[in-house]
């Protein structure tokens, strides 16, 4: 089976400046269909084994389930995190260094509804201050996304709000919500397309009115020292890390252990302000 494909032009240059500019930044056609349909099995069995113990998912607002997983649960994992394109982004925006500190999925079912404008964290210092991003976020769809399925919407140019006024630095006030619905852009990501964007462009999940799901696959990612990782449980089996290339090793910093703990999740501000949304 086919990964990558392989004409999937990189040009550094735009992909920094795209970034710097709006915040997000797509590639289509980067994956098979063939590879996405996998994902998306392997996605469904993730989502089925989180709900059948306690704090295996957590709420992002009504029928919206956030999970996060170890590395292993994907057999296309190597695939994605040494794609071409998923490397250049990464060194091009955070460095020669950068660590994946997350790998998860958000799954919107029928009836999810319009989530709060958020960033996923408060601006850095190293952002606020220096004019630097430090940590990217990956987004993979499982499925052809349609205008009814509650597509993910964004508000390019946001990344560099201060966001001092922000609810816990992360939730812009209601009267404030016109200023990004008017720079407001929905993403219709087909099977095999994959983005990156800065976790501090303002966004949103919109409203489900189809019958069906819509999940994507999250890869987080960090420039040295950024910190991310504390809040995230990565870890890989001994065999599966002595499998892995040299080249992903690089950019893995996580424990490495004999026997895999599944993750529960952490209630975070955003899990519970979203659930009030």
Known sequence: MTAAALD????????????????????????????????REDVEAAFEEAQSREGGSVGRGPNRYYVEIHPEAL????????????????????GPD?????????????GAKNQPWHRDF??????????????????????????DMGPFEIAPGTHWDKGEEFNHGMFPLKKEYGRFEERAVRKYPQMGDISARS???????????STKSR??????????????????DLAVTRTYWENLPQRVRDHLACPIVDELTPITQKHTIEGLVMGEA
């Open 8 to 39: 999937v032009p990189i040009d550094t240059e735009a992909i920094r400046r795209t970034i710097h500019e709006d915040g997000i930044i797509g590639c289509k056609g980067a994956f098979s269909r063939e590879w996405v349909e996998q994902l």
């Open 98 to 110: 950068y660590k994946i500190v997350e790998v998860g999925f958000d799954i919107p079912f029928e």
């Open 75 to 94: 057999r296309g994992f190597v695939d994605l995190v040494d794609h071409p394109w998923v490397r250049a982004t990464c060194e091009a925006i955070l």
């Open 215 to 232: 999940p994507v696959l999250v890869l987080g990612v960090d420039a040295p020292g950024a910190g991310n990782d504390e809040h995230h």
């Open 199 to 209: 976790a501090l462009t303002v966004h949103r999940g919109t409203k489900n009115e």
């Open 122 to 147: 408060p601006a850095p210092k190293e952002t606020t201050e220096e004019g630097r991003l430090t940590s990217l976020a990956f987004n993979v769809t499982c499925v052809d996304t349609e205008e």
